[in-house]
């Protein structure tokens, strides 16, 4: 058990925050494709998993590209792949005339994706030698590499996308047809199309999940099984379809495991995250931020 006399508090709340964005940005991901198509897209694991295999077992490790490029590669990679999805599975499903049907197929796209990558890369799960693997000191603290980028990037994409949504022309038709199909087409908008972009936009987030994913855990098809879980937790919590809500809640989950090793074991932290997904569906099934629907 824990004791706050013996951790370094900067650390730890660097470890917490770190660890919370990665909640946010899987629940990002989530809230993006749901306000697109208004599924739960239950493939977003295999998506993250897809850009770690591509970034760390084709471009670095097959290839032996720089970081950097196989980075660039990975991510282009990925907004294909999030094209494809979105026009051979994601938009016809979402057409179904029951929901169940729709939700039950992206678990098995999860499914498929799993298994492709289990066969071209292996079962044997590895790690990308030397990425983010060092330390940095900030004052008299030395905390990890990964866990500092982590946070830039994370808070690098949060205001990207809100500029992306609130200034150009595709973000505000993805938001409209967010909000109402039925009228976005009747001003225009190419509804498929904005969906399209959604889901690439989507599959490229999960690819920087899954990129910053590889210094945190070893490449493998269940690498993040239990942040996709939390990742879902972090929506509810901070309010279903909500983007402010995505992020509140990715973190406060991150800081409340962190803390919650201070009087509980650590083999522990993960009911942290859902029993407060429970008491807020008990309490507050909003969530921390409802989301506006029109």
Known sequence: MGNLSNINFMQFVVTG???????????TEYTLIFNATGLVNFAHESFIVLGAYLFGGTFVKILGLPFWL????????M??????VSTIVLNPLRNLQFITYAMFGTMMLSRIVIEGSRLMWGPIPFAVQGFLRDSIKIGSTFVFASHVYVIIVSITIVIGLQVFFKTTKIGKAMICVSQNKDAAALMGINVTRSINTTVAISAILCGIIGIL???LFNISTGMVASAALKGFCAGVIGGFGSYPGAIIGGILIGLLEQFGTLFFPTAYKDVVAFGVMIIFLLVRPSGIIKAKKA
């Open 17 to 27: 925050i770190a660890i919370g964005f990665i909640y946010a940005l899987i629940s």
């Open 213 to 215: 994913a590889t210094p």
């Open 70 to 77: 196989a980075i660039i590669l990975t991510l282009l990679s």
């Open 79 to 84: 907004a294909v792949f999030g094209v494809i």
